[in-house]
Each structure stands twice: as structure tokens, then as C-alpha cells.
T-cell receptor, first 113, second 112 residues
Framework: KQEVTQIPAALSVPEGENLVLNCSFTDSAIYNLQWFRQDPGKGLTSLLLIQSSQREQTSGRLNASLDKSSGRSTLYIAASQPGDSATYLCAVSARASGSRLTFGEGTQLTVNP | KAGVTQTPRYLIKTRGQQVTLSCSPISGHRSVSWYQQTPGQGLQFLFEYFSETQRNKGNFPGRFSGRQFSNSRSEMNVSTLELGDSALYLC???????????FGPGTRLTVT
């Protein structure tokens, strides 16, 4: 059974700091890994999708890496802003389970002005 | 292009009642998945529909069911509601196997 863990559970940083969020998964037989952000009481916003054959993806100030063999992904946020405050979730899609995403518990990020 | 839409956004029901939630995927997306989000269990997969067929199902009791119509719109139904069914129900759609999933804003269900 696939299990996804995110560390840390919560993170508070001053504005402008670069930060790294971690995600690990137990079964390396994945289709892809997706990072989302969720604002309180809202749905999920897709940030980045990394296919199993890829090593990293970038979008603006965000960079996500994937090391399938070790079961790890990191989300790097450069020059953090208060608007980045949200819960960040990673989710993996396993080969055998189609579109089913297995989520981590999330990292709650607070960026202080 | 319009995003994933879900209706209603909020619902309050009483134990024992049933409820139907609706999801309209992004135009052209044929895969629709449903998730339940609670503070204690996090995000859990309910089921996925593709071309009107249930393709995958999570570990939820038979009280949770769904269907998909020919226009890819999907509904999920929960019968005999329990207090523990209170949650944010999220719907997601995607264009194909290797594509990212896009989520709707969710339906907040409260069971009293």
C-alpha cells in the first residue's frame, strides 16, 4: 500500500526566504507526482506535475524534483511571499491505480511579512 | 476555459438522509475522480469514472456511490448519512492518463 509522508507538517518563515518542502513515498512504481496548494476552506490548485521519467519541473518561483529510486520529491520555493501562505500537498499516482492519487498530510506554510 | 465546477458548495443534512453532489469537469476531460477530505483522515480517494464507467474505487462503504453521464458530468450519492460523513468533497478531472488532475472548489457537507 502506497504511503506518502510530508515533512515538516508546519513551517513559518520570514518573507524573502528560500524554502524546501519534502515529500516521500513508499512505493517507487509511480506514474507521476503532483504538487498542490490549498488555501483554507478551498479546493486544490495544481502547481506542478512530474512524470515518473522526469527529474524536475519548474514554474516561476517553484521547482519540484523527483528521485523515484529513493522515493522522494522536494518542492523548492524561491523568494517566498506572504501570498505563498497555504497548505502544500504532494500526491502520487501509481501505475496500477490509474488516476487514483495518494496524498500526503501536507505542509502548512506561513510566510510572515 | 472554465474550471471544474461543483454544486452545491455547502450542504447541511441530518443523519439518515441521503445527499447527491454534482461535478462538471473541464470541457474535454473524460476522467472524473472524487475525494473526501477530513481533518482526521486527510484526502482519501472515493472513486473514478471514465466514459461513464467506474474505473477505480477506494475503501468506502457501499453507501457511497457515483455515476457519470455521457457529457462527462458526474454525481456522487451518499445514503443513510452519518455524522462521520461531514467533510469537504472534492471532484477532479483530467484529460488523460499522463495529465495533471484539476480540482474543483469542493462541496462542504455537514451532517447534524
Amino acid at each position: 500500500k502506497q504511503e506518502v509522508t510530508q515533512i515538516p507538517a508546519a513551517l513559518s518563515v520570514p518573507e524573502g526566504e528560500n524554502l524546501v518542502l519534502n515529500c516521500s513515498f513508499t512505493d517507487s512504481a509511480i506514474y507521476n507526482l503532483q504538487w498542490f496548494r490549498q488555501d483554507p476552506g478551498k479546493g486544490l490548485t495544481s502547481l506542478l506535475l512530474i512524470q515518473s521519467s522526469q527529474r524536475e519541473q519548474t514554474s516561476g518561483r517553484l521547482n519540484a524534483s523527483l528521485d523515484k529510486s529513493s522515493g522522494r520529491s522536494t518542492l523548492y520555493i524561491a523568494a517566498s511571499q506572504p501570498g505563498d501562505s497555504a497548505t502544500y500537498l504532494c500526491a502520487v499516482s501509481a501505475r496500477a491505480s490509474g488516476s487514483r492519487l495518494t496524498f500526503g498530510e501536507g505542509t502548512q506554510l506561513t510566510v510572515n511579512p | 476555459k472554465a474550471g471544474v465546477t461543483q454544486t452545491p458548495r455547502y450542504l447541511i443534512k441530518t443523519r439518515g438522509q441521503q445527499v447527491t453532489l454534482s461535478c462538471s469537469p473541464i470541457s474535454g476531460h473524460r476522467s472524473v475522480s472524487w475525494y473526501q477530505q477530513t481533518p482526521g483522515q486527510g484526502l482519501q480517494f472515493l472513486f473514478e469514472y471514465f466514459s461513464e464507467t467506474q474505473r477505480n474505487k477506494g475503501n468506502f462503504p457501499g453507501r457511497f456511490s457515483g455515476r457519470q453521464f455521457s457529457n462527462s458530468r458526474s454525481e456522487m450519492n451518499v445514503s443513510t448519512l452519518e455524522l462521520g460523513d461531514s467533510a469537504l468533497y472534492l471532484c477532479a478531472s483530467k484529460a488523460g492518463e499522463y495529465y495533471e488532475q484539476y480540482f474543483g472548489p469542493g462541496t462542504r457537507l455537514t451532517v447534524t
